[in-house]
């Protein structure tokens, strides 16, 4: 069983999920046999939900962690709720971690989470620093505890 990870921008552009989509699934192709493979996502909006729908599109199964009891009713705009349940409808586990409000511990948890249960870490991030808790943060984090980060950011993506 291969478990991948995942952090990136949630403001990536329209004409950016394309691109980004067929980078994550070339990314996933190189880790072998898609019935081995787990992806582990927040599905936030933008990469966090590009990369579930490509790990489930190639075949793999999903496991969903939620910063806290309250993230769909507090954070899910409205705009991104149909591909929210939907993602979470497809997922094999959805784990919640141990906060009722969604807030910066209760993203540094889920991040851990991500990174702590994962062989690999793909990384959607321009690699601009983006402040304390940012993708560049949970990059950090990975590469401190070891696990590999492949960065993902083609040509032409984008942030909105």
């Not at 070339?26 to 880790?31: A, G, I």
Request: hydrophobic share 40%.
């Amino acid at each position: 069983m291969t478990r991948i990870g995942v952090t990136g921008h949630m403001n990536i552009t329209a004409d950016s999920v394309p691109l980004i989509y067929d980078e994550i699934h070339r990314v996933l192709d190189e880790h072998g046999d898609a019935a081995d493979l787990v992806g582990v996502s927040c599905i936030a909006r933008g990469a966090d939900s590009v990369f579930a729908q490509a790990v489930l599109d190639a075949g793999g199964r999903l496991e969903v962690v939620l910063p806290s009891r309250n993230y769909r009713e507090r954070k899910v705009k409205p705009d991104h709720t149909q591909q929210f349940d939907g993602l979470i409808r497809c997922a094999d586990t959805v784990r919640v971690m141990e906060f009722d409000e969604a807030g910066r511990e209760a993203y540094e948890a889920a991040n851990e989470a991500v990174v702590g249960t994962c062989d690999a870490l793909i990384a959607v991030w321009d690699s601009q620093p983006n402040g304390k808790g940012g993708t560049g943060t949970v990059v950090e984090l990975a590469r401190d505890k070891g696990v590999p980060v492949v960065i993902v950011w083609p040509d032409g993506a984008s942030r909105g």
